[in-house]
């Protein structure tokens, strides 16, 4: 695993989340179930250049993003497609669409790499953001480790409720590996059940970052240095500047 | 989460501001300070950023700071997980939000609410 990824941090980080981000970091240069270490890191090699994407840019001004069809300054590695799914979903995330998303489906691209992509690009947002609010340089992102995706795909996963397939509570098998902590768990725990792998590697880095699991539901003690409305005061104004439905 | 949230700690908030922008109508403590800062982060407003995580380091301390950067880093995570997996939004908070609610402060201005 990779060492502290803020070592010239002022702050006293806890621990938990310094643990946290370098398991991210670990996660995101293995080989997922469906694409290599190489294809993780270049992911979170392009969510950091989408930033400064000019198509994005003009994208994020127009009234109908789905009208247009503009060419991504991309670092050159991925497919057009994977570079349009990471700079959409890191520059203008609230005005994605099923006709989109189904689109890059359509073309060919596997449901699975779709769903373990927004996991790599979701994990790289957060922990760069992190960094950005406290002012500190973005963590080096590691070297890639070798060997293939697995490919595998859990009997459970269904498209139904969602864009792109997933596992309910209750239709998971134990060679997914653990998935729910309750059978109630919300859409938001659901969304990347598709590649279970994925969806733990993103909730321990989450969950570091806004509460742990079992304090969820609990509105008493946050666990943190901020009250729980000062928590879900920060996360309702982020999640409305990003006209978040959810 | 917010309201249940409120409710919890006895604290006012107006959901206006939530959409709108703080308008002094939410009695959580550091209110605006923290909108401020979310704010800023969301919009990668370095200089806007900075100003308000000194203010919060002055007022608020060090840890405090620290969460405050991990919840806005955590939503921003969130929405992309909500947004690109496309999750149904009706079961958010529970299913407690009402559609009058959600006309009343805006949300139903939203791009997917327009174009569902």
């Not at chain 1, 609230?94 to 989109?100: I, K, P, Y």
């Not at chain 1, 321990?204 to 806004?210: D, Q, R, S």
Request: glycine share 8%.
């Amino acid at each position: 695993m990779a060492g502290n990824p803020f070592p010239d941090s002022p702050y006293d980080i806890r621990s938990d989340l310094l643990s946290a981000h370098e398991a991210a970091l670990a996660a995101i240069a293995r080989p997922g179930t469906w694409l290599t270490g190489e294809q993780r890191v270049w992911i979170a090699e392009e969510v950091r250049n989408a930033r400064t994407c000019p198509a994005c840019a003009e994208l994020r001004e127009a009234l109908s993003p789905g009208n247009l069809s503009l060419e991504h300054t991309s670092l050159g590695n991925l497919s057009p497609a994977q570079v349009d799914i990471v700079h959409r979903v890191v520059t203008d995330p609230g005005r994605l669409s099923e006709r989109w998303c189904r689109g890059h489906i359509d073309d060919g691209m596997p449901e699975g790499e779709f769903v373990e992509m927004i996991g790599v690009i979701a994990m790289t947002v957060i922990m760069d953001t992190f960094a950005f609010g406290l002012g500190l340089p973005e963590a080096v992102l590691p070297g890639p480790a070798a060997g293939e995706p697995s490919r595998y795909l859990p009997p459970g996963a269904r498209r139904e409720a969602a864009w792109l397939p997933i596992v309910e509570p209750g239709d998971e098998t134990p060679e997914d590996g653990p998935l729910y902590p309750t059978p109630t768990a919300g859409y938001i725990h659901r969304a990347l059940s598709m590649v279970p792998q994925s969806k733990r590697d993103y909730w321990n880095l989450a969950g570091a970052h806004y509460l742990e699991g079992k304090r969820v539901y609990d509105f008493g003690d946050s666990g943190r240095a901020i009250s729980r409305p000062q928590i879900e005061i920060i996360a309702a104004r982020i999640s409305a500047l990003h006209q978040c439905l959810y | 989460m917010l309201r249940e949230s409120s409710n919890a700690a006895d604290s006012e908030i107006d959901l206006h501001d939530i959409t709108e922008g703080y308008r002094h109508d939410t009695d959580i403590e550091h209110a605006e300070l923290l909108m401020g800062f979310a704010e800023a982060v969301a919009r990668r407003d370095e200089n806007g950023t900075s100003a308000h995580r000194q203010k919060m380091l002055e007022l608020m301390g060090e840890p405090a700071t620290v969460d405050a950067a991990a919840i806005a880093a955590a939503f921003h995570g969130f929405v992309r997980l909500a947004d690109a997996i496309g999750i149904p939004y009706e079961g958010a908070a529970g299913g407690t939000d009402s559609t009058e609610m959600r006309d009343e402060i805006g949300i139903s201005d939203f791009y997917r609410a327009r174009h569902a």
